[in-house]
């Protein structure tokens, strides 16, 4: 079976500096992922994905992922946090099932603090 | 773009109460239809997805059920609540190979 794995339950980072969300994944074939981020009694925000090509993935709102095959990860990133960015970040993989759909298996979720 | 409509946005339920919330699609059409639950604000579970009118597959054995009536409706049903069965539930949609995008979602609290 497919999964995620997001090993940090909250990231606590200053206002300018750099973040990091990590991801790690465990997937027959190759690998279909995501990031969506959540804010509060919200629904799920889709803020990139690697599906193939470039390692290195471009999203919304300044957010970057890096796609290592090595280490199987696929850790988010931005180079300078806001406060707003503060939110529940969730990792997922995607599967295609047997019925034509595609099941996204998530991670336990991120919660990024950003502190002034 | 398409737009994903889930009402209402929080419900408060007795148990052995009927449920049902709907989610219809704008934008698009014959999308792939889901329902995810969300439980103690982290962990999301796919509970039923759906690939075109009239077809439900279960995800998880459960105490509610799925239905799609139309190309852009799916909703979520039960016949008697559970304190369980309480949690955040996310309608989302996607076509062919596109990233999934949700709805806000709905706030069940079974009392």
């Known amino acids: 079976a497919q999964s995620v794995a997001q090993p940090e339950d909250q990231v606590n980072v200053a206002e300018g500096n750099p973040l990091t969300v990590k991801c790690t994944y465990s997937v027959s074939g190759n690998p279909y992922l995501f990031w969506y981020v959540q804010y509060p009694n919200r629904g799920l925000q889709f803020l990139l994905k690697y599906i193939t090509g470039d390692n290195l993935v471009k999203g919304s709102y300044g957010f970057e992922a890096e796609f290592n095959k090595s280490q199987t990860s696929f850790h988010l990133k931005k180079p300078s946090a806001l406060v707003s960015d503060s939110a529940l970040y969730f990792c997922?993989?995607?599967?295609?099932?047997?019925?034509?759909?595609?099941?996204?298996?998530f991670g336990t979720g991120t919660q990024l603090k950003v502190e002034l | 773009s398409q737009t994903i409509h889930q009402w209402p946005a929080t419900l408060v339920q007795p148990v052995g109460s009927p449920l049902s919330l709907e989610c219809t699609v704008e934008g698009t059409s014959n999308p792939n239809l889901y329902w995810y639950r969300q439980a103690a604000g982290r962990g999301l579970q796919l509970l039923f997805y759906s690939v075109g009118i009239g077809q439900i597959s279960s995800e998880v054995p459960q105490n509610l059920s799925a239905s799609r009536p139309q190309d852009r409706q799916f909703i979520l049903s039960s016949k008697k609540l559970l304190l369980s069965d309480s949690g955040f539930y996310l309608c989302a949609t996607d076509r062919g190979g596109s990233e999934a995008f949700f709805g806000q979602g709905t706030r069940l609290t079974v009392v």
């Open positions: 997922a993989v995607r599967d295609r099932m047997a019925g034509g759909g595609n099941k996204l298996t």
